[in-house]
């Protein structure tokens, strides 16, 4: 029960997509619907639960609607600690999809290294920062991670 059983982000929050960041939101959320441990501990609530994921005012926003009375509510968090790691991410995916077209591997495989690291660092910040009040292992706060660039796009 504890899981995240739909995801959506919200639109408008999102200025402009790529084809290669519409493919990254989709994978990212049939990896997330497939498998995730999500579980909300402040305030107690069982899943599975929905989910809405927007940026509002310099804030991260995650609404979670619980199955037990449909009620739902706002976590949010302020954006600016994940500022420089989504800004460091989008400079490395850049180069990165850049060089696949031309670059040799192993100038591909060390930028794909660099992006991993970068990612891992935002999506464990991500989970520092909601320990208080969800739980989630490292794959789900991965794919959250991943949205909260997208939805970062300016």
């Known amino acids: ?20 960041v519409e493919h990254e939101r989709k994978v990212a959320i049939a990896d997330l619907l497939e498998s995730n441990h ?25 609404v979670v609607t619980p199955p037990e009375n449909g ?6 968090l302020m954006i600016q600690p994940f500022r420089g790691i989504i800004r460091d991410y989008f400079m490395i995916c850049e180069s990165y999809f850049e060089a696949i077209k031309h670059a040799p591997l192993a100038r591909i495989e060390a930028l794909d290294m660099g992006r991993r690291a970068v990612h891992n ?19 789900t706060s991965r794919r959250l991670f991943t949205l909260v660039c997208v939805l970062h796009i300016r």
Not at 2 to 14: G, N, P, V
Not at 71 to 76: M, N, Y
Not at 121 to 139: A, H, I, P, T, W
């Open 1 to 20: 029960m504890s899981h995240i059983s739909a995801i959506a982000l919200d639109d408008k929050s999102i200025i402009r997509r790529t084809p290669e």
């Open 38 to 62: 999500f579980e909300v501990v402040q305030p107690a609530i069982s899943g599975p639960y929905e989910l809405l994921l927007k940026v509002r005012e310099n804030r991260l926003s995650m």
């Open 71 to 76: 009620v739902p509510f706002d976590i949010t």
């Open 121 to 139: 660092e935002g999506s464990e910040l991500l989970q520092q920062l909601l320990k208080e009040q969800v739980r989630m292992d490292s794959n």
